[in-house]
C-alpha cells in the first residue's frame, strides 16, 4: 500500500528556473515529513524536513510547503542549479516510530546548464 | 560523508543462496533501520532496531533479518533468495529510537541474485 504519492516522476528545469516537486500523503498520523536528495550510488542525505505544526520551511535555496487539510507538501528549489541532478524523495514517518520512513517513488531532476 | 559504511558495495548471488549484508552506524548511534530499494523505486522500511532489540518491521517476510550488536553495528540477512530480492539495501543509523533525530544513511549494498 502506497501511503505517499510523489508526482512528478521526473522534471527538467533550465537553469535558475524553480523546480517543484509535490507529494501527498494517507495517514493522518504522519508527523514529520522529510526530503531526500540522492545521487547515483549515493545513499539518500536529508536535505530538509517539516513538523505539521508550520505551513512553510525555508533552507537556503530549498523551502517545504505543508498542506496539512490537503494532506499535501511539497519541495520548491529555487535558482535550480545543474548540480541539483538528482532523485529527489519525499518521506513521511509516525510520532514514536523512531524513523521508520515511508518514502515516496522519486523524481528525477534534471536542471540544464 | 555520514560516516555509516555499509559492506560491501556490490554482491552477485544465486537464487536460492544466503546472503548477509553489513553496517557500520555513525559514532554514538544506538538505532540502525534497513530499507531496500528497487530500481526506480523510493526505499521500502525493512526492520529497525534499537539497543540490540527489533524495535519495528515493514511488510517483508520472515526470511529477512537482522542483528545489532553491543558496539551498534548491524547485520541484514536475507535466507532464500529470490530474483525479486535484488535491489540496492541501505541502513540508516540515528542517535535515537524516539524519531527526534535525522537518520543518516549509508551508501548501499547492490545485490543482485542471478
Known amino acids: 500500500q502506497q501511503q505517499v504519492k510523489q508526482s512528478p516522476q521526473s522534471l527538467i528545469v533550465q537553469k535558475g528556473g524553480i523546480s517543484i516537486i509535490n507529494c501527498a500523503y494517507e495517514?493522518?498520523?504522519?508527523?514529520?515529513f522529510p526530503w531526500y536528495q540522492q545521487f547515483p550510488g549515493k545513499g539518500p542525505a536529508l536535505l530538509i524536513a517539516i513538523r505539521p505544526d508550520v505551513s512553510e520551511k525555508k533552507e537556503g535555496r530549498f523551502t517545504i510547503s505543508f498542506n496539512k487539510s490537503a494532506k499535501q507538501f511539497s519541495l520548491h528549489i529555487m535558482d535550480s542549479q545543474p548540480g541539483d541532478s538528482a532523485t529527489y524523495f519525499c518521506a513521511a514517518s509516525t510520532r514514536g516510530s523512531a524513523r521508520q520512513l515511508t518514502f515516496g517513488s522519486g523524481t528525477q531532476l534534471t536542471v540544464l546548464p | 560523508e555520514t560516516g555509516v559504511t555499509q559492506s560491501p558495495t556490490h554482491l552477485i548471488k544465486t537464487r536460492g543462496q544466503q546472503v548477509t549484508l553489513r553496517c557500520s552506524s555513525q559514532?554514538?548511534?544506538?538505532?540502525v533501520s534497513w530499507y531496500q530499494q528497487a530500481l526506480g523505486q523510493g526505499p521500502q522500511f525493512i526492520f529497525q532496531?534499537?539497543?540490540?532489540?527489533?524495535?519495528g518491521r515493514g511488510n517483508f517476510p520472515p526470511r529477512f533479518s537482522g542483528l545489532q550488536f553491543p558496539n551498534y553495528s548491524s547485520e541484514l540477512n536475507v535466507n532464500a533468495l529470490e530474483l525479486d530480492d535484488s535491489a540496492l539495501y541501505l541502513c540508516?543509523?540515528?542517535?535515537?529510537?524516539?524519531?527526534?533525530?535525522?537518520?543518516?544513511f549509508g551508501q548501499g549494498t547492490r545485490l543482485t541474485v542471478v
Open positions: 532496531y534499537y539497543r540490540e532489540e527489533e524495535n
Open positions: 495517514n493522518t498520523a504522519f508527523d514529520y
Open positions: 559514532s554514538g548511534h544506538n538505532t
Open positions: 540508516a543509523s540515528s542517535l535515537d529510537d524516539r524519531g527526534d533525530t535525522e537518520a543518516f
